[in-house]
C-alpha cells in the first residue's frame, strides 16, 4: 500500500515538473520562432523595397504585380546622366557637358543588394508554403502633386506557421496575428517599413 502511494506521488510530481517546464518552453519556443521568422520575412521585404526602387529608376513609377517587376529588372536599363565642366570654359561656371549612359536594372539591383538572387522569387514569402506577398502600387494626389505610391506585406498569420494562433498574444502584447507586416502605404507617399 506504501509502495503504491509512493509510486503515484512520484507520478504526479513527474507530471507535475512536465506541466512547469511546458508552460516556460512555450513562450520562448514562441519568442525565438517569431524573431526568426519575423527577420527572414523583413529581409525579403527589404529586397522588395530595392527592387520597387530601382523599378521605378527604370519606369518611373512602382510595379503593381511581380511579373512587371520581375520583367523589366530583367530587360530594363537606368539612365543614368553626368555632368561636368567644360575644359573650353575657363571660368567652369557656364559651361557644361552632359554624358549619358545606361546600365543594366538587374546589376544596379545585386549591387544594391549585395548579392545576386533570383527574382521571380521575390514574390514568396518565408515560411509562407507557397504564399506570396500581397502588392499593390498606384497615383496619389499629396499636397497637390501626383505622386507613385505602394505597398508589399503579408499577415502575420501567413508565415507564423502553428503560431499563427491568437492565444500566442499572451506572451507578447504587440502580437497580432493580422497585422500586416509592410512597407509602403497606399494612403501616403511613404516607402517605409512598419518593422
Known sequence: MRTGINILLILITAFLVYLLINSVREPISFSSELDRRKDAVI?????????????????GK???????????????????????????????QDKFIKTVSFREAKDSLYSLVGSPFNLDSLRYVPFGEGKTFSIDADTLTHQNN???VVEV?????????????????KYDKFYDPEKLLKFGDMNSPNTNGNW
Not at 153 to 169: L, T, V
Open 43 to 59: 529581409a525579403k521585404l527589404k529586397k522588395i523595397q530595392t527592387a520597387q526602387d530601382v523599378y521605378r529608376m527604370v519606369t
Open 153 to 169: 506585406g503579408i499577415k502575420y498569420k501567413d508565415f507564423m506557421g502553428k503560431f499563427a494562433d491568437e492565444k500566442y498574444k
Open 62 to 92: 512602382y510595379a503593381n504585380n511581380f511579373d512587371s517587376l520581375s520583367s523589366a529588372l530583367n530587360s530594363g536599363k537606368i539612365k543614368i546622366e553626368k555632368l561636368d565642366a567644360d575644359p573650353t570654359d575657363p571660368t567652369n
Open 146 to 148: 501626383l505622386v507613385n
